[in-house]
């Protein structure tokens, strides 16, 4: 029987893209790991920033144009572990939310490979928030909803009950939407169905805290023509209520970080939510 000891399978967030803001606890993991698994989300600063002796195995789900079958990094977590190393399984922002995270430790605690979740910061929040939009706000929204745009709003099965979150949006609650870009059209016409009004403020952030990070706003109405004028690819993250309007106020003293002041402008498809109506 083998004497070795399992390692530890460390489930990480190396956070939105900028690799100021992954936490000292992913950093000291990352310096200190003897594998990093990440994926394809995980910003280049933060994969560059690994030490040169620590291995890396980039198992995004599209690397290469491959798909990493989540089967086979389930595997490997284990066999590293087993083979007696320290594993960081690196992910885009926050390792629990869409991202698999959840699945990764019930693969682990079924083969008693002992793991640690390290949180970090989603892009699901830190989007809206660079772009001056707050996710909640006293005067504008008490209610925040995470959601895949990824699905098929017209399937009958979809998990995405779009009369409650229409109704979340009515309410004045904040709707942001992942995995969004190539549904927008979709998504959007689904809470247009569900009776959102058409002059609900929508925002696009696209690389959010990258260099080249870019912002778009409109309305529910005129989303989907401003996203593909200006080209909006994935990864971007989708806001939809009220909070929206709160860059108008602050956009005048925002983007003093370094990534702000070297983005390019956007401003031919920047709709002011108030002229837009
Ligand atoms: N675990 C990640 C989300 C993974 S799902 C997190 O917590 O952030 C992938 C989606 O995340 C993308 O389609 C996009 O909607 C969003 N996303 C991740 N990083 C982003 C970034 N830097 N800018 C904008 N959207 C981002």
Same mark, same amino acid.
């Given at each position: 029987m083998s004497t070795m000891t399992t390692g530890t399978v460390y489930l990480v967030g190396a956070g939105p893209g900028d690799p100021e803001l992954m936490t000292v606890k992913a950093r000291r993991l990352l310096d200190s790991a003897d594998v990093v698994f990440h994926d394809s989300l995980v910003g280049d600063g933060v994969v560059d920033s690994i030490p040169h002796d620590v291995r890396v195995e980039p198992v995004g789900k599209r690397a290469g144009g491959e798909r990493t079958p989540q089967a086979e990094i389930n595997d490997r977590l284990v066999r590293a572990a087993r083979a007696g190393r320290e594993v960081v399984r690196l992910k885009g922002g926050d390792p629990t939310i869409f991202a698999r995270g959840g699945e990764e430790a019930e693969h682990l605690a079924r083969h008693d490979v002992p793991f640690e979740v390290v949180p970090g910061i989603t892009s699901a929040v830190a989007a809206p928030g660079v772009a001056g939009i707050p996710p909640?706000?006293? #005067?504008? !929204?008490? &209610?925040?909803?995470?959601?895949?745009?990824?699905? #098929?709003?017209?399937?009958?099965?979809? !998990? $995405?009950?779009?009369?409650?979150?229409?109704?979340?949006?009515?309410?004045?609650? &904040?709707?942001?939407?992942? *995995?969004?870009? =190539?549904?927008?059209? +979709?998504?959007?016409? %689904?809470?247009? !169905? @569900?009776?959102?009004?058409?002059?609900?403020? /929508? @925002? *696009?952030?696209?690389? %959010?805290? $990258?260099?080249?990070?870019?912002?778009? &706003? =409109?309305?529910? +109405?005129?989303?989907? +023509?401003?996203?593909? @004028?200006?080209?909006?690819?994935?990864? !971007?993250?989708?806001? /939809? =209520?009220?909070?929206?309007?709160v860059r108008e106020t602050v956009a005048r003293c925002l983007g003093s970080s370094d990534a702000m002041a070297e983005a390019p402008v956007a401003t031919p498809h920047v709709v002011g939510v108030t002229d837009s109506d």
């Open positions: 909640t706000h006293r #005067d504008h !929204a008490s &209610t925040l909803a995470v959601v895949t745009g990824h699905e #098929d709003p017209t399937k009958a099965d979809s !998990a $995405l009950d779009w009369d409650a979150l229409s109704g979340l949006v009515d309410a004045g609650g &904040t709707l942001v939407i992942l *995995m969004g870009v =190539g549904r927008l059209p +979709d998504n959007t016409a %689904a809470l247009r !169905a @569900a009776g959102v009004a058409a002059d609900t403020p /929508v @925002a *696009m952030i696209e690389r %959010a805290t $990258l260099p080249d990070e870019r912002v778009v &706003t =409109g309305t529910l +109405d005129t989303i989907v +023509d401003i996203a593909d @004028a200006a080209g909006i690819e994935p990864p !971007a993250v989708t806001v /939809v =209520g009220d909070v929206v309007g």
